[in-house]
């Protein structure tokens, strides 16, 4: 098959790629919004000093990490609706599980940046005489933040290629696309090639942004700051 | 002269005086403090001396509850520490009052430990504005005030890691200070500077950070203690083994581990043993 045949059924089938891909990124963008913010209070609460809050975040942080996303998924979107009694789309299953997932790892992510806060730093918090909370949200989580950059951005670039799998309950995302490519063209080599190398991309970009940005942090106030002047 | 942490310091600070009765701190079965008396007079400023090790640096700790103790009695004004924890008038504090008897209590750290994500101005108007809750406008003035009396004005917008160790120090009195602390406590304010910035480091304290509190110091430096203590206390293994006015204890120490201390470290001071290198500008 020659070139001019293949970026001719690219063109063909723009529309159902195009929507592919838009459908993978907004997933992957609700998805990790949602897990963001789960994430840090599953973090808190395995810090927390009560056991009643840790044992349950602690189970909810270990069960995202530990069960396989295609578990997960088929989990949200086949057995909630008989545990909750609450039936989600395809597209709401989806996002929930890949945040699930995300979450958990994130939690991991956090509470390890929080604690490698030096213990000096909260001694002399205390000493000004802050209070725990006070000196979680004004001094250690500002700083735990930025160690935390790295991680968060990984875990995005896990989270994008997770997304492939949400396939599986006809999520219209890049991958259903090629399957439906795929049995109407009878191309499987070509297309699922074809396929393969758009991921490839736009990870790559992804990360190559990724790098850049962290490349371009230590330019700004406090990143600027951890550079030696003279 | 009632000492309530609980109230607003005044203008000019008074400080709270310091007594310790039988103060003992185990961490784990190493038993750091032995029954620990001293008394450290309202005003007064009292250096503590001895080799590391021997539980100068817990004992202050201990005096602003950054450790707890196992048995014995500490009194800071009107509060008092024991293995309850702290407690006013028969009442046992909560954390939140804890917290509010440590704006009372000053302390500088050997590790300098300011905030690296906050400029020198953030580091310093942190706690006024957000624990004290002093108008913003007013700390950035005090602050620049402050910062100006130890040459440091300058440097009031850049970061922690901008400056040398012994700037960074220098901030790290100012903001103890801007809290108008009762007490000061000093843990070893300059083992983690170069000799060379030393000076600077104990000109501040000995200039601005001892007037009106009641200070205590650890420090190596014996020179300087001599210049500013009113009282000198050697401690070895968790006990205190001497203590008196400076002339006392430095020039007739009156016990034998006093004496072996101060012909180890006095006759060979510190700074000279950690200074030769070669062709240093």
């Given at each position: 098959m020659s070139l001019t045949r293949l970026s001719q059924l690219v063109w063909d089938y723009r529309d159902l790629l195009l929507t592919g891909i838009w459908v993978t990124i907004q997933l992957t963008v609700v998805a990790m919004l949602i897990a963001l913010v789960v994430g840090l209070l599953a973090c808190f609460g395995s810090l927390s000093r009560s056991r009643l809050i840790r044992a349950p975040a602690i189970l909810f942080v270990e069960f995202c990490r530990n069960t396989p996303i295609l578990v997960q998924l088929v989990w949200v979107h086949f057995a909630w609706p008989e545990i909750f009694g609450v039936k989600f789309t395809a597209w709401t299953s989806a996002a929930i599980a890949l945040a699930l997932q995300s979450s958990g790892y994130l939690a991991e992510e956090f509470r390890a940046g929080i604690e490698s806060i030096e213990k000096g730093q909260i001694e002399a918090s205390q000493s000004l005489g802050m209070t725990y909370t006070r000196l979680m949200y004004r001094i250690v989580v500002p700083q735990a933040f930025i160690r935390m950059i790295p991680g968060i951005l990984n875990q995005f670039v896990t989270c994008f290629k997770s997304t492939s799998i949400v396939s599986i309950i006809a999520v219209p995302d890049l991958m259903y696309q090629a399957g439906l490519i795929v049995s109407a063209t009878f191309l499987p080599m070509q297309i699922y090639t074809l396929i393969a190398i758009m991921y490839f991309l736009m990870v790559l970009a992804v990360s190559l942004g990724v790098r850049q940005l962290t490349r371009l942090l230590p330019n700004f106030g406090y990143f600027h700051a951890r550079r030696p002047t003279d | 002269m009632p000492d309530d942490p609980r109230i607003e310091a005044p203008a000019t600070v008074v400080g709270a005086s310091i007594r310790l009765e039988a103060v003992v701190k185990r961490f784990g079965k190493l038993e750091v403090l032995s029954a620990i008396d001293l008394d450290v007079p309202s005003g007064s400023t009292v250096a503590i001396i001895g080799p590391s090790g021997s539980g100068k640096s817990t004992l202050v700790r201990c005096v602003n509850h950054l450790e707890p103790i196992q048995n014995g009695l500490i009194t800071v004004g009107d509060t008092l520490i024991s293995a309850r924890g702290l407690e006013v008038a028969g009442r046992i504090l909560g954390h939140r009052d804890v917290a509010r008897f440590r704006t009372q209590v000053g302390m500088v750290f050997q590790q300098f430990n300011l905030f690296p994500h906050l400029t020198v101005m953030g580091n310093i108007i942190e706690a006024p504005v957000g624990v004290l809750r002093q108008p913003r406008k007013e700390a950035i003035e005090r602050g620049m005030d402050l910062l100006d009396k130890v040459n440091?004005?300058?440097?009031?917008?850049?970061?922690?890691?901008?400056?040398?160790g012994g700037q960074q120090q220098r901030v790290a009195i100012v903001r103890a200070l801007m809290m108008q602390p009762r007490i000061m406590l000093f843990d070893e304010p300059t083992s983690a500077l170069d000799p060379e910035l030393i000076g600077e480091v104990l000109k501040v304290i000995a200039e601005l950070a001892l007037r009106g509190h009641t200070n205590v110091i650890v420090t190596h430096e014996l020179a300087f203690a001599r210049e500013v203590a009113d009282k000198i206390v050697f401690m070895d293994g968790g006990k205190v083994v001497e203590e008196g006015i400076p002339a006392e204890v430095l020039d007739h120490p009156q016990m034998e581990r006093t004496r072996t201390f101060l012909g180890r470290i006095g006759e060979a001071p510190a700074r000279q043993t950690s200074q030769p290198k070669e062709g240093a500008p």
């Open positions: - | 440091l004005a300058e440097k009031a917008r850049v970061y922690p890691a901008q400056l040398s």
